[in-house]
Structure formats: C-alpha cells, structure tokens
C-alpha cells in the first residue's frame, strides 16, 4: 500500500463505500467469473502469490475463518483475512495480521484499483456484459491489498455459493466445506443437492478439501465426486479423517480434544458457544496444517493460545451483563438451531426476552418457530437495511402465528425494541442484580451490527472536563 501518502486527497470513507456499494450485487448477473479474471490479468495475478484457505458452507465460514487466521498469524505467518458480511464497517472485511485496515488504508487500496475497475467495467460494457458488482470490487481490493502487503496465507471466506462466487479466481491450498443446508435458494437452487454442487465448486486440483459436519446425506457424495472430478490432493471428512473427541463447557466457552490427519489436540480453549464452534474449530485446525510448513502436529502451546483469542463479532456475542444481552446475525434454520442449541447448553436463564429482525427473503416463520420454546416475549422491529428489512408489523403478523399474541411486542425503531426488552427483564427480575434475565437480539447480521452500535459503550465527554466546566 502506499503508505507514504496515504489518502492524500482526504477522500472519506464513506465517499468511497457509497461509491462501490451502490453497484449492483453479484445475483443480480448472469453467472462468470470473466470481470474478477480480466481484473486479476490486468494486476498481474496477485492471487498466486500467497497461499490460500478457500472457505465455504451455508453457516459458520466466518467464524472458522478467523480460527485459520489465528492459527496461522500465531505461528509467526502473515495473514490476510477476507470476511462478508460485515458488522458494524466496511473495513471489517479486509484484515491483515489480524487488524482491520483503517479507514485511509481502505481508501487508499480504493485508489490504487479504480482505474482497473473502469477499464474491466468498459471492456465487460463492450462485450454486452455489466459493470463489475460490489461484491467483486471488494474482492478484488482484499486481493491486491493481501498481494502489496505481502501476506503469506489469505483465508478467504465466499460471498455466496462458490462456483460462480468472485472469490473462485483464488486456488485453494484449503478447501473448507462446511454444512451445508438451504439459504440463498433464488439463486443457488431450490434443493440442498443444488446447493452443495454450487458449494463444492471451489475443489480444486491443487487441493486439500476439509469437510465440516453434513446433516443431510445426499452432501457428502456430492463432495467427495468433485473431490474425483478436480483430482483434489486430498479429503478429510468430519467424522471420518478427523474428529471432536470430546468437548467441556468452559467459561467464556468450551474445551475441546481434536483429533486431525496430523495428531490429536488435547485440552484446547474454543472462546465461543456451541458444539458447532466445536466442529469449526476442528476444520480450521485441519486447514492450518495444510498451510503451515511443518511436518507433523503443530504446537499444541501455539493452537490452544490461537484458539483460545479468537472472538467473532455478532455470533452469540455477549454486549453486556445486568441483564445479560446476546446479540447474535443467524438468519437461517440451522444458525437459528445452533443459536437455540448453544443458548440451551450454555446460559440458565429464567426469563429470555427476544428482539428480532428480518429480511423479508428469509424463512421467518421456521425461524421463529425454532426460538419460540426458549423466549418467553418476543419483541419484533426493524432494523436500517430498510430495502431488504420485512416491515416490523409483517412480521408482526407471522409472530403472533407462532407464539400467540399474549407474548408479541411491536416496536417498529431497534433501539425502542432493545429499550422494551431490557425493561422485561429488569421487570422480571427480583433480585436487582441481573441474574436470569437475558435478552437475545437476533434475525440478521444487520439487526447484529445496529444492536452491537447502539450498545456500544462510549466515554462520557463531559466527565472528562474540570469538575468547574461540566454542565
């Protein structure tokens, strides 16, 4: 990056995130991945030349991503990590060395590209095609910025499918399928087998593909033939070649034993809820032996200090205590489950009030259904994404369906829906201190990252003034 004079015309951040976002999304075009070619010829293929963990799967690639990246930035490589969607900022989704790149950083990689992006726009215009999408100028940024940095593993998690995902110009060192279940059908298919055909177009020849836990049977063969067909170097299964020997409930999270190709992990620290958090951590170990030049296991010390820091932003996250609030972006069946699952094994809460918001494109009702039995209010809002959002009383409607309408509250702005929740639990609490009232703030990593903003904690400017000067 050029670091000298970065951002020198004083471009701002949003400036330039108006400026790629209000390009078209990548389902909106007919499926090739011409313009991220074209793009990568026109840079001189920055995607050869660095090693690469390729991430896909309908749930848990952004959690098993940042787990490879630890692990790999802890045995003292450097890593770039590539994540979607983002929570809170934009710059979230390019890391190197596990720091986010600032907001001058971002526009100074938006700098040195641009002029690429219009000639790839022209040139895809002339030939009948679109301008490049949003989601392929980010990629596209990510891998000039991982190549200028230099990194020497980019962990790259798929924006949708992966086939025809703008990530695929990548070649996986890694290949990581993680379970796959139905989302995204308008454009990935209406049948999980479509699905996983869609999935496991990342195989490639030069391959080790690491399989997560399928819960459908009809996954795994589909996999393991594209394994046959790309001539992959290698397939380790959960279950099979690897395995979760056993788990504990820790604070904070779990321990875990893992055993790999390589050997077994004793003991190892996951700082995240769930036993799916379990099997991702088990992926991304597998991952990192393929990527860490060392023979044998890797340093038990080094994977459990790697695992052990690891915190994803939105994913069963907890933003405060008193009452304890959980912010969580499961938007699908089997999130909203393994959210349910981990809620049920790891908190005992006598009252558990939800705030949920959704995209008007997703299984609302299967979804409420799954968190009807742990919520005993339920609390439906909107969130700011406001072209996408279902209308808070739409989903009004739906709720009072499932839990009956004694236990539906509408409030139609998230921070009223937080405020009446919050004022349930302290309701319901007798002792005064928080304990037992929670509440979960779910339905879309947008609900996540506008509840993570308004919790936020900020310094209150006037008690930093003289005690003369405050109002």
Not at 366 to 377: A, R
Not at 442 to 470: I, M, W, Y
């Amino acid at each position: 990056m050029s670091f000298e004079h970065p951002n020198t015309a004083g471009t701002s951040l949003n400036e330039v995130y108006r400026t790629i976002m209000k390009r078209a999304p990548e389902h909106d075009f007919d499926p090739t991945l011409d313009r991220m070619q074209m793009m990568m010829d026109l840079l001189g293929h920055p995607e050869q030349s660095f090693r690469v963990v390729h991430i896909t799967g309908t749930n848990g690639k952004g959690s098993t991503a940042r787990m490879v990246e630890s692990i790999c930035r802890h045995y003292g490589l450097r890593t770039g990590l590539y994540t979607s969607p983002h929570v809170e900022s934009i710059t979230e989704r390019i890391c190197i060395d596990g720091q986010r790149l600032s907001d001058d950083e971002f526009v100074d990689i938006w700098d040195q590209i641009k002029d690429f992006v219009d000639l790839v726009d022209a040139k895809s215009v002339e030939q009948g095609g679109p301008k490049m999408s949003f989601f392929e100028v980010l990629t596209a940024m990510a891998i000039w910025a991982f190549a200028d940095a230099p990194v020497d593993v980019a962990v790259i998690e798929v924006g949708m499918g992966g086939r025809w995902d703008a990530t695929n110009v990548l070649n996986g060192d890694a290949s990581i399928i993680g379970p796959v279940d139905m989302d995204h059908m308008q454009w990935l298919g209406d049948t999980v087998e479509q699905i996983a055909t869609e999935k496991a177009g990342i195989v490639k020849p030069n391959s080790t593909v690491i399989v997560g836990p399928q819960t459908h049977e009809t996954v795994l063969p589909i996999i393991e033939e594209a394994v046959r067909e790309q001539g992959a170097q290698g397939l380790v299964r959960d279950g099979q070649e690897m395995e979760v020997v056993s788990r504990q409930l820790a604070v904070g999270g779990q321990m875990v034993t893992l055993r790999t190709p390589n050997g077994v992990y004793e003991q190892v620290p996951v700082a995240m809820f769930g036993e799916h958090q379990a099997h991702n951590a088990l992926s991304a170990l597998a991952a990192a032996e393929v990527v860490i030049p060392v023979n044998g296991p890797l340093d038990g010390d080094v994977v459990a200090e790697a695992l052990g820091s690891v915190k994803v932003p939105g994913r069963i996250e907890v933003v405060r205590n008193s009452p304890t609030i959980i912010v969580d972006g499961g938007h699908n069946i089997q999130a909203v489950t393994a959210l349910r699952e981990a809620i049920e094994e790891n908190f005992s809460f006598q009252h558990l009030i939800g705030v949920v918001s959704m995209m008007a494109d997703k299984e609302v009702e299967s979804v409420l259904g799954i968190l009807e039995p742990i919520l005993d209010t339920i609390v439906v809002t909107q969130n700011s994404w406001t072209s996408r959002v279902m209308p808070a009383e739409d989903l009004e409607k739906i709720a009072i369906d499932v839990f009956g309408p004694d236990r539906v509250i509408r409030k139609d702005f998230l921070p009223d829906a937080i405020q009446a929740a919050v004022d349930l639990a302290d309701e319901s609490d007798e002792t005064g201190i928080g304990y037992g009232q929670g509440v979960l703030v779910c339905g879309s990593f947008v609900t996540a990252g506008d509840a993570r903003h308004l919790l936020k904690e900020q310094p209150n400017a006037d008690l930093a003034k003289p005690k003369s000067e405050r109002a």
